[in-house]
């Protein structure tokens, strides 16, 4: 017999560590659990990271466990929350880490993935799995433990909360300046093959800064990679005024505040497009190894350049159907499938319509 679900939760736990795109995609969820029970106390345990891109979030208390701490980081996690029992925990991370992190938490329920969105055997971990929903978006996907409580008004709504302080960090490099942000790398991860080419980037660059008058910001962690990446497309930009290097100038909620204020933002699948999905900022993604319809901007798909079908097809030998929803292109050439006149053609698009400020 499956164990109920609570009619009227008290106190709801949110188990999910990362990423900075994931957990931007999953606040609609957290609103739509706060318009259903107004007075429930929500809890949500959060990577390190994470937490600098949320902190403030209305409504919600962030309890936050470092990954690089391992086992001793989960020990002192379980200590702090030791007299909390959750009347139900949405454990939405799939990865045996989060996994072994919410045996340590005391609640009535545990909620996780069903069986065919599951990952490393998470569906183990749980008392109660989603109904599934294939081919379902990662926004979708969250929203769906708010359905299987009984939540019925699923609005997406974000109210990310971005701090004045991080405004006045955004506006010492952006200076009054209509401008562009553009991130051109993702994490960097084992076989990720993401990252577009570093001439393409400044062929747009340069077209944004000609033809609109539109300075480009590039940011990134500053990372040795993203540097040299930044420097390579640096190089192939001859105007100097169209271009401001913000690579490791901005702290998380600084790039929320530069993103919030831009004409629109340009980068492949990363945490960036997120942000500027969940702040309604245009964005044009750049996707060829990762499936657009599961994992990209979720207002702003229909800019993005995707290719994913096409690099199935050239790199895999397949029909996208064929695939599973979630499966990637690994092969370091397919972001060479989008041509700078691709991303060219989407940014007139994007800066001859008027943009809605709702």
Same mark, same amino acid.
């Given at each position: 017999?499956?164990?109920?679900?609570?009619?009227?939760?008290?106190?709801?736990?949110?188990?999910?560590?990362?990423?900075?795109?994931?957990?931007?995609?999953?606040?609609? @969820?957290?609103?739509?659990?706060?318009?259903?029970?107004?007075?429930?106390?929500?809890?949500?345990?959060?990577?390190?990271?994470?937490?600098?891109?949320?902190?403030?979030?209305?409504?919600?208390?962030?309890?936050?466990?470092?990954?690089?701490?391992?086992?001793? %980081?989960?020990?002192?996690?379980?200590?702090?929350?030791?007299?909390?029992?959750?009347?139900?925990?949405?454990?939405?991370?799939?990865?045996?880490?989060? $996994?072994?992190?919410?045996?340590?938490?005391? @609640?009535?329920?545990?909620? *996780?993935?069903?069986?065919?969105?599951?990952?490393?055997?998470?569906?183990?971990? @749980?008392?109660?799995?989603?109904? +599934?929903?294939?081919? =379902?978006?990662?926004? &979708?996907?969250?929203?769906?433990?708010?359905?299987?409580l009984g939540v019925e008004d699923t609005r997406l709504e974000w109210q990310?909360?971005?701090?004045?302080?991080?405004?006045?960090?955004?506006?010492?490099?952006?200076? *009054?300046?209509?401008?562009?942000?553009?991130? +051109?790398? $993702?994490?960097?991860?084992?076989?990720?093959?993401?990252?577009? $080419?570093?001439?393409?980037?400044?062929?747009?660059?340069?077209?944004?800064?000609?033809?609109?008058?539109?300075?480009?910001?590039? @940011?990134?962690?500053?990372?040795?990679?993203?540097?040299?990446?930044?420097?390579?497309?640096?190089?192939?930009?001859?105007?100097?005024?169209?271009?401001?290097?913000?690579?490791?100038?901005? $702290?998380?909620?600084?790039?929320?505040?530069?993103?919030?204020?831009a004409q629109a933002v340009i980068a492949p699948d990363s945490g960036p497009?997120?942000?500027?999905? =969940?702040?309604?900022?245009?964005?044009? %993604?750049?996707?060829?190894?990762?499936?657009?319809?599961?994992?990209?901007?979720?207002?702003?798909?229909?800019?993005?350049? &995707?290719?994913? +079908?096409?690099?199935?097809?050239?790199?895999?030998?397949?029909?996208?159907?064929?695939?599973?929803?979630?499966?990637?292109?690994?092969?370091?050439?397919?972001?060479?499938?989008?041509?700078?006149?691709?991303?060219?053609?989407?940014? &007139? #698009?994007?800066?001859?319509?008027?943009?809605?400020? #709702?």
């Amino acid at each position: 017999m499956k164990r109920p679900l609570p009619a009227q939760p008290r106190h709801i736990g949110i188990l999910r560590l990362s990423a900075l795109g994931d957990v931007c995609n999953l606040v609609p @969820t957290v609103r739509a659990l706060q318009r259903q029970w107004p007075e429930a106390r929500i809890t949500w345990i959060i990577g390190k990271g994470e937490h600098s891109l949320l902190a403030g979030l209305s409504g919600v208390e962030f309890v936050v466990y470092d990954k690089s701490s391992g086992l001793a %980081g989960m020990r002192a996690l379980w200590r702090q929350l030791a007299e909390t029992r959750f009347d139900v925990l949405l454990h939405m991370q799939q990865a045996i880490r989060a $996994s072994l992190l919410g045996l340590g938490l005391k @609640t009535d329920m545990r909620v *996780g993935y069903d069986r065919a969105r599951s990952k490393d055997a998470q569906h183990w971990f @749980t008392h109660r799995q989603l109904p +599934p929903h294939p081919r =379902a978006h990662v926004v &979708d996907s969250f929203m769906d433990f708010a359905r299987l409580l009984g939540v019925e008004d699923t609005r997406l709504e974000w109210q990310l909360s971005v701090p004045d302080a991080a405004f006045d960090e955004a506006r010492r490099l952006s200076a *009054g300046r209509r401008y562009l942000v553009v991130s +051109p790398c $993702s994490s960097v991860r084992v076989r990720n093959f993401r990252n577009w $080419s570093a001439e393409g980037f400044a062929a747009v660059i340069e077209h944004a800064w000609q033809q609109y008058g539109l300075v480009t910001l590039l @940011t990134g962690s500053g990372t040795a990679k993203e540097r040299e990446m930044c420097e390579r497309i640096a190089a192939q930009v001859p105007d100097r005024e169209a271009l401001v290097d913000a690579v490791g100038q901005l $702290s998380l909620k600084g790039l929320l505040a530069l993103i919030d204020e831009a004409q629109a933002v340009i980068a492949p699948d990363s945490g960036p497009v997120h942000m500027a999905n =969940a702040l309604h900022t245009p964005v044009i %993604g750049l996707y060829a190894t990762s499936n657009l319809q599961r994992t990209g901007p979720y207002h702003w798909r229909h800019l993005a350049v &995707d290719r994913y +079908p096409q690099a199935v097809a050239h790199f895999l030998h397949k029909d996208v159907e064929a695939l599973g929803w979630g499966e990637r292109v690994r092969h370091p050439d397919a972001m060479s499938l989008i041509a700078a006149d691709d991303v060219i053609d989407r940014l &007139d #698009t994007l800066l001859s319509e008027p943009r809605d400020e #709702t």
